[in-house]
């Protein structure tokens, strides 16, 4: 059972447009929330990370929002660009163990 | 700036045989992971090790082996190989919670 729920599986964006990708948990232990970009081939490559004490955090054109009470978080990629097409990764870890529990994954495009 | 790197990149294995999968973290992380990532699919953590001591394990096969060395690399050895273990095996390494991850290797059991 996935402790941390993903969607959608796939996504297609116009160049320019929003990607969004969501995740929801249910282990209230988790405390700290990465995403990852990974392209075929390749090692996941740390995105942005948030932790539950800050409701949004926002790094050039990627932006974590994060809702304690409903358990969720979402990346929103602003300006998409084809060079963004890749899977990404939503993950958590508790305090208490270091290693990520990932998501499914989200296959972005994002057409020209 | 230094990354992880894992070798070899490729590995072709025929069934029942032995891999040995190697990792250097990157300098001052305290903590190395190992994660297996079939197609299509979701890294699944294996092993980990905080500064040397075997810290949690994951869903690793009792086939399956890892260490950590004095010079802080680690080494996945697997056994008895089996069709079912072909996939990317990642390595990584964090320092205060981010992990970095190598470009993995690619096992194919044949």
């Known amino acids: 059972q996935q402790q941390v729920k993903q969607s959608p599986q796939s996504l297609i964006v116009q160049k320019g447009g929003i990607s969004i990708i969501n995740c929801a948990y249910e282990?209230?232990?988790?405390?700290?929330f990465p995403w990852y970009q990974q392209f075929p081939g390749k090692g996941p490559a740390l995105l942005i990370a948030?932790?539950?004490?800050?409701s949004e955090k926002k790094e050039g054109r990627f932006t974590i929002s994060f809702n304690k009470s409903a358990k969720q978080f979402s990346l929103h990629i602003m300006d998409s660009q084809p060079g963004d097409s890749a899977t990404y990764f939503c993950?958590?870890?508790?305090?208490?163990?270091?290693?990520?529990?990932f998501g499914s994954g989200t296959q972005l495009t994002v057409l020209p | 700036a230094a990354g992880v790197i894992q070798s070899p990149r490729h590995l072709i294995k025929e069934k029942r045989e032995t891999a040995t999968l190697k990792c250097y973290p990157i300098p001052r992380h305290d903590t190395v992971y190992w994660y297996q990532q079939g197609p299509g699919q979701d890294p699944q953590f294996l092993i980990s090790f905080y500064e040397k001591m075997q810290s949690d394990k994951g869903s690793i096969p009792d086939r399956f082996s890892a260490q950590q060395f004095s010079d802080y690399h680690s080494e996945l050895n697997m056994s008895s190989l089996e069709l079912g273990d072909s996939a990317l095996y990642f390595c990584?390494?964090?320092?205060?919670?981010?992990?970095?991850f190598g470009s993995g290797t690619r096992l194919t059991v044949v």
């Open positions: 993950a958590a870890t508790p305090g208490s163990a270091r290693q990520l529990t």
């Open positions: 990584a390494s964090s320092f205060n919670r981010e992990s970095t």
């Open positions: 282990n209230t232990a988790f405390d700290y």
């Open positions: 948030i932790r539950p004490d800050v």
